[in-house]
């Protein structure tokens, strides 16, 4: 045989050597995969929530019309493969993929509403009351629309606008019109790169404002209009107004939340105490609260009906009773004011209560799919929500539980013995407790940079009381309320209130509690999301293959690298990360919101401290013109006066100033003036030994979508009217609004 056929040979016995071991290895995956295949349904949703994300991730947007095109394409391509399923699964992979990239290209289209496009200090406004939401301190916030500015023509005319109205204002109701003198502002961008964007919120949400009302509210048409949406509305307000009538201060603020949903009315000390303790999400109206309404509803109906013998007996009554449970659940969502975690828990519970009519176990993952797939399709932006992710990721994790603890539960209760009931009770309770804490725990610190660690402890104590006490008075006060008799159930459920307010507050109180750590990076908090669905939705021995994803994920929180300096978008704000963990602000910034995202951005667990002469044990240096400070070998100088600009540019590395710098004013170093924040946004900055590593702005961060504001508008000169516009007190608490709703 001639060398060259012994080459051939060769490559031929390699080649089938390889091909042998690609056969072995794709027979080891595939397998499994296969024997997976009742599961497969389940990843529906997660290929559409990849899609949605990748929507916010990218600057390109398709046409409204473009997806369904494409989907039908795709569609036809997988008819024509349907004797190759591989290739039918791959295309229907880019078929998941590919509706949830357009339904979130839709929705953006589809709320696309006008945005004010400069801040209006001063205009007379005549608009439609359409929600009215009670605030601290008896204070109310207003959604208005059909707007009319009086002598005001504006480029962009709002749809909708929401502002607080001015203390000691006449009680207005959905349906009316008032007239009052407000200021307003266009929904802000994040305070930092990669933070959250109030303007992205209020996008979807129409409206194309925000702000104050200032002087006398006057009432224009005193006859509120019909629908079922003014009167849900209205509804809503008047319980409100009877719950805080009744049981005043923090009581009577907790309670309507539990009923009516909003938690505006709440003082931030509890709020906080609450997030700290673990018990947030039991302000919000979520799985717990739908589920103990149902069941009451159901089994309260249920033993009326059974106390009549000819009906009890000949009809049946389970199933009466399960369609009226429903009923309930259903008022209770509109009541409740239909946010995202009572949405789902609200589709879940129903399906679950159709599983009684039908005679079918509903509880299973294919619900908990299908109810996400819902969200998904007609709310895709819920998906960046931590609403959405906690309320989802607790579910999930309940739901893998109850299949895998199901049956040894059910033969080790069927033994008997009353004492088995009590222990099985308290020990689901705190297991229960465990993995929804430990499920929602990521999805808490990436959004809140909290942890919990005494949440089992809260929740064994506070729960029950909410079981037991506090909804069963909810539903029967609303009950009472037609006849004017609410208080009967009212005040023992203020009683149960503040049991669990005064858990929150002993609990928030504890060493260690509401932990201040640091987001996850984007690949790692990928890699927790993606690791921790494989562990849940599949079911063989390789869904531990999970874990390396998790761990992966939290390896992240140890290795991330937190911004050293923090530069806000034109008002003058500065902040400083020390090496020891404390933070500095530069003085006489009022900006509540934008200090406490950053404080809790570089999981600082104290008050800042204020940059001045002597700060940081001595590390700052400050005269009438400028402050300087060291850090990392970097000489950064944070200017007053304009007249401290020659000084500084010849000495520092990084000049930072509140006022516009002309290009050839300040040479050598690296500079962030006002107009560049003005035009990127906020700015974040890491230093190394020595040198600056990298910046990271806002606006580079956000892409352009239909929500981002042309910053090119900024760098036009305003008129003087419009210059120092005035601090909203609402406002304040506007860059918190999805993360409170959501807890």
């Not at 934008?594 to 400050?622: F, K, N, S, Y």
Request: hydrophobic share 50%; glycine share 10%.
């Amino acid at each position: 045989m001639s060398l060259e056929g012994e080459r051939t040979s060769s490559t031929v016995s390699r080649w089938e050597a390889f091909n042998v071991a690609a056969r072995r290895a794709w027979a080891l995956i595939s397998a499994p995969f296969l024997a997976e295949r009742e599961r497969w349904p389940l990843w529906l949703p997660v290929l559409m929530g990849v899609g949605i994300a990748a929507y916010f991730a990218t600057a390109f947007s398709l046409a409204p019309g473009t997806a369904p095109v494409a989907l039908a394409g795709l569609a036809l391509a997988g008819f024509g493969m349907r004797r190759h399923p591989g290739y039918v699964l791959v295309l229907a992979v880019l078929g998941a993929l590919l509706a949830g990239y357009g339904a979130m290209a839709f929705r953006s289209w589809q709320v696309a509403a006008p945005v004010l496009e400069r801040p209006l200090a001063v205009a007379m406004l005549s608009g439609d009351v359409t929600d009215v939401e009670p605030l601290e301190h008896e204070g109310l916030r207003v959604v208005l629309t059909g707007l009319d500015f009086e002598k005001r023509p504006l480029g962009a005319m709002p749809e909708r606008i929401r502002i607080r109205l001015p203390p000691k204002s006449p009680a207005v109701r959905p349906g009316q019109r008032i007239r009052l003198y407000v200021s307003l502002m266009p929904p802000s961008g994040p305070v930092l790169p990669g933070g959250f964007d109030f303007a992205r919120h209020a996008w979807f949400q129409r409206l194309g404002a925000v702000g104050y009302g200032m002087g006398t509210v006057e009432i224009l048409e005193e006859k509120t209009e019909s629908g079922l949406k003014n009167w849900i509305a209205d509804m809503r307000l008047a319980i409100t107004l009877r719950i805080h009538r009744q049981l005043p201060g923090d009581s009577g603020a907790v309670a309507a939340a539990l009923i009516t949903g909003g938690e505006r009315a709440i003082s931030k000390p509890l709020l906080n105490a609450y997030r700290d303790s673990g018990l947030a999400h039991l302000l919000s109206v979520s799985g717990l609260h739908i589920s103990l309404v149902a069941g009451l509803v159901f089994v309260g109906l249920r033993a009326l009906l059974a106390l009549i013998g000819p009906l009890a007996l000949r009809y049946p009554i389970k199933k009466w009773t399960a369609v009226g449970a429903a009923g309930a659940a259903l008022f209770y969502l509109f009541l409740s004011g239909a946010f995202v975690p009572t949405q789902r828990s609200f589709l879940m519970t129903a399906i679950v209560l159709l599983g009684v009519v039908l005679d079918r176990q509903a509880i299973s993952m294919r619900l908990v799919a299908w109810a996400a797939l819902a969200i998904l399709l007609t709310q895709p932006e819920s998906l960046l929500g931590a609403s959405f992710q906690m309320s989802f990721a607790a579910v999930l994790a309940l739901v893998a539980l109850y299949e895998l603890a199901q049956g040894p539960v059910s033969v080790w209760r069927r033994q008997g013995g009353w004492w088995r009931g009590f222990v099985l009770y308290v020990g689901l309770l705190a297991l229960s407790s465990l993995v929804a804490g430990l499920a929602t725990a990521p999805f808490a610190i990436d959004s809140f940079n909290r942890f919990n660690p005494y949440g089992v402890a809260s929740n064994m104590l506070a729960v029950p009381l909410s079981g037991v006490l506090v909804m069963p008075a909810a539903l029967i006060s609303v009950l009472l309320m037609p006849l004017g008799l609410e208080q009967l159930a009212l005040i023992p459920m203020g009683w149960g209130v503040d049991l669990i307010n005064i858990i929150a507050y002993e609990v928030a109180s504890w060493p260690g509690a509401g932990l201040a750590v640091p987001s996850f990076s984007p690949l790692g908090f990928a890699a927790l999301v993606l690791g921790g669905l494989w562990l849940l939705l599949m079911r063989r021995i390789w869904r531990l293959l999970g874990l390396l994803g998790l761990l992966f994920g939290l390896s992240t929180l140890a290795t991330v690298r937190l911004p050293d300096l923090l530069a806000d978008g034109g008002n003058g704000l500065v902040a400083l990360r020390l090496q020891d963990g404390r933070m500095l602000v530069t003085p006489g910034k009022k900006d509540p919101i934008t200090r406490e995202a950053w404080r809790r951005h570089l999981a600082i667990g104290g008050e800042p401290e204020e940059l001045g002469q002597g700060a940081g044990d001595g590390l700052v240096d400050c005269d009438g013109l400028a402050c300087r400070v060291r850090m990392k070998g970097v000489w950064v100088a944070f200017l007053k006066r304009p007249e401290g600009l020659l000084e500084d540019c010849a000495k520092s590395d990084l000049v930072i100033a509140p006022f516009a710098i002309l290009e050839q004013g300040c040479e050598g170093p690296l500079v962030i003036d006002r107009r560049q924040r003005l035009r990127l946004g906020a700015h974040a900055v890491w230093l190394s030994e020595g040198r600056i590593e990298r910046i990271e702005t806002v606006n580079e961060t956000r892409r352009h979508h239909p929500w981002v504001k042309d910053r090119q508008l900024k760098n036009q000169p305003l008129p003087v009217k419009e210059r120092n516009l005035p601090a909203s007190e609402s406002d304040e608490t506007e860059a918190e609004e999805a993360p409170l709703e959501s807890q």
